[in-house]
Nanobody, 114 residues
Framework: VQLQASGGGLVQAGGSLRLSCAAS????????RGWYRKAPGKQRELVAV???????NYAESVKGRFTISGDNAKNTIYLQMDSLKPEDSAVYYC?????????WGQGTQVTVSS
């Protein structure tokens, strides 16, 4: 199974983007699905996660601006990003943690201009 992330791009500050992450097949025993990001010179950080029970958790820096959601029928998770700031610029990666192993997407670049 592979994860394919899409939806990144260049947007002005205050704008919005919607990231998608589609799995090529079903994954057994999903625990958590989420989005992480890595900016140049910084460590990778958690952005948002959604559990198998649909509970969500967000980094403090994106609370109130980003929304994570999932469509189990489509094996897809989304990250709606509103009120984007230049500091949100990074490569965004999707991840699925299952009982057997973790899966990672290839990353999609988000650039927010001031």
């Amino acid at each position: 199974v592979q994860l394919q992330a899409s939806g990144g791009g260049l947007v002005q500050a205050g704008g919005s983007l919607r990231l998608s992450c589609a799995a090529s097949g079903s994954i057994f025993g999903i625990r958590v699905r989420g989005w992480y990001r890595k900016a140049p010179g910084k460590q990778r950080e958690l952005v948002a996660v959604i559990t198998s029970g649909a509970g969500t958790n967000y980094a403090e820096s994106v609370k109130g601006r980003f929304t994570i959601s999932g469509d189990n029928a489509k094996n897809t998770i989304y990250l709606q990003m509103d009120s984007l700031k230049p500091e949100d610029s990074a490569v965004y990666y999707c991840s699925v943690e299952s009982v057997l192993r973790d899966y990672w997407g290839q990353g999609t670049q988000v650039t927010v201009s001031s």
